[in-house]
T-cell receptor, first 113, second 114 residues
Framework: DQQVKQNSPSLSVQEGRISILNCDYT??????FLWYKKYPAEGPTFLIS?????DKNEDGRFTVFLNKSAKHLSLHIVPSQPGDSAVYFC????????????FGPGTSLSVIP | EPEVTQTPSHQVTQMGQEVILRCVPI?????FYWYRQILGQKVEFLVS????????KSEIFDDQFSVERPDGSNFTLKIRSTKLEDSAMYFC????????????FGPGTRLTVL
């Protein structure tokens, strides 16, 4: 039951360009969305989040966009840096159980110098 | 900066044996979680724990699993009789509260069941 989908398992981007990571969800009860970054042999690290009352949230080089009608969100990284190379997980939770965070399968981003 | 720690980093066990994975959450956090990631698959929620009881659990978290906060600092996950399919990375996380409070993850314990 894939409630959170990330259809691109991998993405390669040139350093300095924009990275766009996409995520789709199926559960209309989700109202809080998060992006986590994960390096090998480490746990996921929180990156940025967005609540369903917003359609955009920005933090430095990272911006998350939410399109509720399409049940779609995206993470933009501008400009991309080699240190951004990692697996990015989209995640979501619902107001009925905020402690239960559902993760997508992840997208492996490679930023080429 | 405070962080979540987990021990051991790697645990190898025989099928049918009991294992206990240990976590020390961030000290002022009130909510604790276990997740697992089978190799090549997504991170999956197992259980959340608040006020000394389970607040939410997934269908994965069956009777073979239990969690405990035996003292003021440790948070443990016990698997009573391990199966081959329990082999995975197990991540502990903690947060101050719910909703907008970020869950901070530990580095994980790699469990290998032979």
């Amino acid at each position: 039951d894939q409630q959170v989908k990330q259809n691109s398992p991998s993405l390669s981007v040139q350093e300095g360009r924009i990275s766009i990571l996409n995520c789709d969800y199926t559960n209309s009860m989700f109202d809080y969305f998060l992006w986590y970054k994960k390096y090998p042999a480490e746990g996921p690290t929180f990156l940025i989040s967005i609540s369903s009352i917003k359609d955009k949230n920005e933090d430095g080089r990272f911006t998350v966009f939410l399109n509720k009608s399409a049940k779609h969100l995206s993470l933009h990284i501008v400009p991309s840096q080699p240190g951004d190379s990692a697996v990015y997980f989209c995640a979501a939770s619902a107001k009925t159980s905020y402690d239960k965070v559902i993760f997508g399968p992840g997208t492996s981003l490679s930023v080429i110098p | 900066e405070p962080e979540v720690t987990q021990t051991p980093s790697h645990q190898v066990t025989q099928m049918g044996q009991e294992v206990i994975l240990r976590c020390v959450p961030i000290s002022n956090h009130l909510y604790f979680y276990w997740y697992r990631q089978i190799l090549g698959q997504k991170v999956e929620f197992l259980v959340s724990f608040y006020n000394n009881e389970i607040s939410e659990k997934s269908e994965i978290f069956d009777d073979q699993f239990s969690v405990e906060r035996p003292d003021g600092s440790n948070f443990t996950l016990k698997i009573r009789s391990t199966k081959l399919e329990d082999s995975a990375m197990y991540f502990c996380a903690s947060s101050e509260g719910l909703y907008t409070d970020t869950q901070y993850f530990g580095p994980g314990t790699r469990l290998t069941v032979l």
